[in-house]
């Protein structure tokens, strides 16, 4: 896809034909090779952020057991095309935990992020 682009923009300047060309800042992130955090996947989806961040701040104030009971959530995520995607080998059995729960929003985010260039 960064193919395709790039030969959109070499055309564009070549023909002296500029076009307005409205990216998703994350989108230029990956093409300067920049890192992307929970800001970014924020642009593009505020659901999924917003779940992330209610994982990471409330369940922090939940016990051990409160957090087991209230949480259902597996190493999974929903891609933008409505896919379902094991962030990790047997994701689907392994649920999400308090000890667990920044590496799974770090695999989300890795996944969620990186979907465009696979």
């Known amino acids: 896809m960064y193919k395709f682009l790039g030969a959109f923009i070499a055309f ?5 034909s500029p076009f ?9 992130k990956q093409i300067l090779g920049e890192s992307t955090g929970l800001s970014d996947l924020d642009e593009i989806d ?6 992330l ?6 369940g922090a104030s ?3 057991a409160d957090f087991e009971s209230g949480v259902d959530q597996t ?16 994701g689907q059995n ?11 929003i770090a695999l989300v985010l890795k996944a969620r992020t990186s979907e465009a260039t696979e």
């Open 12 to 16: 564009s300047i070549m023909s002296k």
């Open 20 to 28: 307005p060309i409205s990216l998703a800042p994350i989108v230029w």
């Open 46 to 51: 505020q659901y999924s952020t917003q779940v």
């Open 53 to 58: 961040s209610d994982l990471r701040n409330h």
């Open 62 to 64: 939940l016990s051990d």
């Open 75 to 90: 190493f999974t995520t929903v891609l933008s095309n409505g896919e379902e995607l094991e962030l990790c080998p047997d």
């Open 94 to 104: 392994q649920r999400v935990t308090k000890t667990n729960i920044e590496e799974f």
